[in-house]
């Protein structure tokens, strides 16, 4: 694992303490709309202003951006309000342009974090420039994907990197736009603990109303902050209307939010640790005695000449764990995976077997 030598993503007038927030619209469409959301975001206390300025849309014929001309609305923000200001960037071209405009953050798509020769261009375009980079997790469920990303803008000598969990795509109907699948990002900060990571409520929930429960789950996990789409008249916005929010109602979301500091462990969570290491090593105990007797079941299957896989038992073992483990307030399918995870360890022992 390549160890990343961060910074900080600090910003001079911008309080350190959780949740750093950055908000505004999905899209910039019009000055006056920019200004007024800006306005009403920084009465709010919000100093960090986002406005899309390029939309990679996935059809064509619907908003795209107002392109560059945007970015001179931006710098109105900057200037006139004092607000830092952040936008994506998806090319090459981009870069160049947001970087001339003076943009504060930059942050990269997750269309454009998929695809390792977008990322390589934007890389080779941020050499030599000293910007916090955000990068939102690929469409697709690919941690090293997200890694690699992360890994070139480091590569081009940047060390003020962030993460942006957006979720990620799903064929199937839930409740969420983008299914938030949060091992992903909790993987990620365990390989990466110094790497800032921040929650895109917004295109998680993918409608206003959830915004709030993601948001606070997002600190419960200790999150470093919020990126959350806020406009002046959501339903009347050219893009992603129902997920966003006003800027008094983000207002709400915030103070409403409990944020608990990671340092306030007290003895007796240390004890509950303990006990939990102790556990963990009985169950390793458990597993390796386990694995030693399908080990001989697997001389045995041998010796009289019978398949490895046994599907009736297989799915005998299944059906009864999960059950037993249903009266005992274990989730059956949390059960079911850890069987699942464990029978395919133990047919893969036997066929190394059947191979000697």
């Given at each position: 694992m390549k160890k990343l030598e961060l910074q900080h993503i600090t910003l001079p007038d911008v309080d350190d303490k959780r949740p750093l927030i950055i908000a505004g619209p999905c899209s910039a469409e019009t000055e006056e709309q920019v200004l007024n959301t800006a306005k009403q975001l920084v009465s709010g206390g919000i100093k960090i202003f986002r406005a899309g300025i390029w939309k990679p849309r996935t059809k064509p014929g619907g908003f795209e951006g107002v392109g560059s001309e945007g970015l001179r609305w931006l710098k109105r923000v900057k200037r006139e309000l004092g607000m830092y200001v952040a936008t994506e960037v998806a090319t090459r071209d981009?870069?160049?342009?947001?970087?001339?405009?003076?943009?504060?953050?930059?942050?990269?798509?997750?269309?454009?974090?998929?695809?390792?020769?977008?990322?390589?261009?934007?890389?080779?375009?941020?050499?030599?420039?000293?910007?916090?980079?955000?990068?939102?997790?690929?469409?697709?469920?690919?941690?090293?994907?997200?890694?690699?990303?992360?890994?070139?803008?480091?590569?081009?000598?940047?060390r003020r990197i962030g993460v942006i969990h957006r979720g990620f795509s799903s064929y199937d109907k839930n409740m969420y736009r983008n299914l938030p699948l949060w091992h992903i990002p909790i993987e990620l900060r365990r390989r990466y603990p110094n790497l800032p990571i921040l929650c895109d409520p917004s295109h998680i929930g993918g409608k206003r109303e959830l915004i709030a429960p993601i948001s606070q789950q997002a600190m419960d996990l200790n999150y470093d902050g919020l990126i959350v789409e806020s406009h002046c008249d959501p339903d009347r916005a050219l893009s992603d209307a129902a997920q966003q929010i006003t800027p008094d109602v983000?207002?709400?979301?915030?103070?409403?939010?409990?944020?608990?500091?990671?340092?306030?462990?007290?003895?007796?969570?240390?004890?509950?640790?303990?006990?939990?290491?102790?556990?963990?090593?009985?169950?390793?105990?458990?597993?390796?005695?386990?694995?030693?007797?399908?080990?001989?079941?697997?001389?045995?299957?041998?010796?009289?000449?019978?398949?490895?896989?046994?599907?009736?038992?297989?799915?005998?073992?299944?059906?009864?764990?999960?059950?037993?483990?249903?009266?005992?307030?274990?989730?059956?399918?949390?059960?079911?995976?850890?069987?699942?995870?464990?029978?395919?360890?133990?047919?893969?022992?036997?066929?190394?077997?059947?191979?000697?």
């Open positions: 981009h870069v160049f342009e947001a970087l001339k405009a003076g943009i504060d953050i930059l942050w990269i798509g997750a269309r454009t974090s998929a695809n390792p020769f977008a990322m390589q261009e934007i890389a080779d375009a941020l050499k030599g420039a000293d910007i916090p980079v955000l990068i939102k997790n690929p469409v697709n469920p690919d941690l090293e994907l997200w890694i690699g990303a992360v890994e070139r803008i480091y590569g081009a000598g940047l983000l207002d709400y979301v915030i103070n409403m939010l409990s944020v608990r500091e990671e340092k306030q462990t007290t003895e007796n969570i240390a004890e509950l640790r303990r006990q939990i290491d102790s556990i963990d090593e009985n169950l390793l105990e458990l597993l390796a005695k386990r694995m030693r007797v399908s080990h001989e079941i697997g001389i045995y299957k041998k010796e009289h000449n019978m398949p490895i896989l046994q599907t009736p038992r297989y799915e005998e073992i299944l059906d009864k764990r999960s059950k037993a483990g249903e009266t005992l307030d274990l989730n059956p399918e949390f059960v079911k995976k850890i069987l699942s995870a464990i029978h395919e360890e133990s047919v893969r022992l036997q066929m190394i077997e059947y191979n000697k």
